[in-house]
């Protein structure tokens, strides 16, 4: 068995009911594993990680151990014992297009 830490940031937290969770999952188990076991307890994560064809919704982030997922073998990435993972939201603001004047 292996235990990750799985972290929800922004609004992903009131869904949850928390920023942080420990998964409990098989060994050589994927990142996709861990999802269906946080969205077992939690099922309304489902609609905001997941698309309605049932792929990964592209506004979301996932790092590994500060990884990006996406990066690596998406939702196919091993997870090991101590691994966090943390499920970034998509986040409004940023710099404008041109200064204010």
Do not use: F, W
Request: overall charge negative; glycine content about 10%.
């Amino acid at each position: 068995m292996a235990r990750v830490r799985v972290k929800t940031l922004g609004y992903l937290q009131n869904i949850a009911g928390g920023m942080e969770h420990e998964i409990e999952v098989e060994s050589r188990s994927t990142v996709e594993d861990v999802l269906k076991r946080l969205v077992d307890t939690y099922r309304e994560l489902s609609s905001e990680l997941y698309t309605r064809e049932g792929s990964l919704n592209p506004r979301i982030r996932i790092l590994v151990n500060g990884r990006d997922i996406s990066h690596m073998k998406g939702l196919e990435t091993s997870v090991s014992d101590g691994d966090i993972i943390a499920i970034i939201p998509p986040i409004g603001g940023g710099v404008p297009p041109y200064p204010y004047i």
